[in-house]
């Protein structure tokens, strides 16, 4: 069993920056694929970028290409998201979660919320 946890989400002017972190209980993280989403009010939730276990490599929605940066420390077991030039559309519930297959994912934690004025 895995328990994610995310932080530092909040409030930020469009243009902005945040770094979310999401940290994971348990001693297998390193071996998962671990993946950010995000949720907008009104809409589905969407991919946004995951990081593989093995090679660490990144992949990317092409809203965020460019300007999100995901990252992952096993040692502290930890993952983060560090989004940049932030535009109002980033406005959502950002989710991190982690599967043994980076196509599914079997933990997800609750949420941080992320909103960008204008």
């Known amino acids: 069993q895995v328990q994610l946890v995310e932080s530092g989400g909040g409030l930020v002017q469009a243009g902005g920056s945040l770094r979310l972190s999401c940290v994971a209980s348990g001693r297998t993280f390193q071996y998962y694929h671990m993946g950010w989403f995000r949720q907008a009010p009104g809409k589905e939730r969407e991919f946004v970028a995951r990081?593989?276990?093995?090679?660490?490599?990144?992949f990317y929605s092409d809203s965020v290409k460019g300007r999100f940066t995901i990252s992952r420390d096993n040692t502290q077991n930890t993952m983060y998201l560090q989004m940049s030039s932030l535009k109002p559309e980033d406005t959502a519930v950002y989710y991190c979660?982690?599967?043994?297959?980076?196509?599914?994912?079997?933990?997800w934690g609750q949420g941080t919320q992320v909103t960008v004025s204008i």
């Open positions: 990081i593989g276990w093995i090679m660490g490599d990144e």
């Open positions: 979660a982690g599967g043994q297959s980076p196509m599914s994912y079997d933990y």
